[in-house]
C-alpha cells in the first residue's frame, strides 16, 4: 500500500531564517506530487505541483520554492522566512495518467514563524 | 476560475441521526470532478468520496453519499448514522486539469460538524 511522509511534524522559526519541509512517498512510482499551505481556520490553497523529476510548476507568488531530486521526494523551501508564511503544509500526491482521480495527502507540517 | 462555496460554517448533529453538509460550486468546464475530504483535529485530509460531473448515479461510500444536483450545481455530503469520530471539518473540492498534468483541487472554507450524544 501507499504511503506518504512529512516531517518534521511542527515547527517554530524566527522571521528570517531558512524552511526546509520534505515529503517522501512510497508504494508508487511517477506520482505527481502537490504542496498545499492551509492558513488557520481556512481551506486549503495549492502552492506547487510537480508531474515528474525536476519539473516543478508554481501556482501562487510567494517566497516559497520546491524541488523534486527524486522521483518520490518532494521538498519545499525558503532562504527568509515571513511572519505570513505560518500555517499548516500538507503534502499529496495523486496517479499519473488518471484524469479524475483523488489526492492523497500527507499528515502535514505545522510551521509557526515567530 | 473555478470556486467551491460552502456556506455552512458550522453544523451540529445528534449521533444517529443523518446530517447534509452543502456544496455548491461555479465552473465553465464541462468535464469536472467533486471531492468531499474530512479533516480531524490532528490535521490530516482523508478522502471521503468522488462524484463525476457526467456519473450518472450519485456516489456512495459506506455511510456517505454525495447527492448530486448538476443544474443547480451542488454536491452536498450526507453523512447517515452520524457517530462521534465523525466529528471533524469537511472540505467539498472540485478538481481543475493542470497544463502539463496533474490535477488541482480548489478548496471550499469548510464546514465544522460536530456530533453530539
Known amino acids: 500500500s501507499q504511503t506518504i511522509h512529512q516531517w518534521p511534524a511542527t515547527l517554530v522559526q524566527p522571521v528570517g531564517s531558512p524552511l526546509s519541509l520534505e515529503c517522501t512517498v512510497e508504494g508508487t512510482s511517477n506520482p505527481n506530487l502537490y504542496w498545499y499551505r492551509q492558513a488557520a481556520g481556512r481551506g486549503l490553497q495549492l502552492l506547487f505541483y510537480s508531474v515528474g523529476i525536476g519539473q516543478i510548476s508554481s501556482e501562487v507568488p510567494q517566497n516559497l520554492s520546491a524541488s523534486r531530486p527524486q522521483d518520490r521526494q518532494f521538498i519545499l523551501s525558503s532562504k527568509k522566512l515571513l511572519l505570513s508564511d505560518s500555517g499548516f503544509y500538507l503534502c499529496?500526491?495523486?496517479?499519473?495518467?488518471?484524469?479524475?482521480?483523488?489526492?492523497?495527502f500527507g499528515p502535514g507540517t505545522r510551521l509557526t514563524v515567530l | 476560475a473555478q470556486k467551491i462555496t460552502q456556506t455552512q460554517p458550522g453544523m451540529f448533529v445528534q449521533e444517529k441521526e443523518a446530517v447534509t453538509l452543502d456544496c455548491t460550486y461555479d465552473t465553465s468546464d464541462p468535464s469536472y470532478g467533486l471531492f468531499w475530504y474530512k479533516q480531524p483535529s490532528s490535521g490530516e485530509m482523508i478522502f471521503l468520496i468522488y462524484?463525476?460531473?457526467?456519473?450518472?448515479q450519485n456516489a456512495t461510500e459506506g455511510r456517505y453519499s454525495l447527492n448530486f444536483q448538476k443544474a443547480r450545481k451542488s454536491a452536498n455530503l450526507v453523512i447517515s448514522a452520524s457517530q462521534l469520530g465523525d466529528s471533524a471539518m469537511y472540505f467539498c473540492a472540485m478538481r481543475e486539469v493542470l497544463t502539463g498534468g496533474g490535477n488541482k483541487l480548489t478548496f471550499g472554507t469548510g464546514t465544522q460538524l460536530k456530533v453530539e450524544l
Open positions: 462524484q463525476g460531473s457526467y456519473d450518472q
Open positions: 499529496a500526491w495523486s496517479v499519473r495518467g488518471r484524469l479524475y482521480n483523488e489526492q492523497f
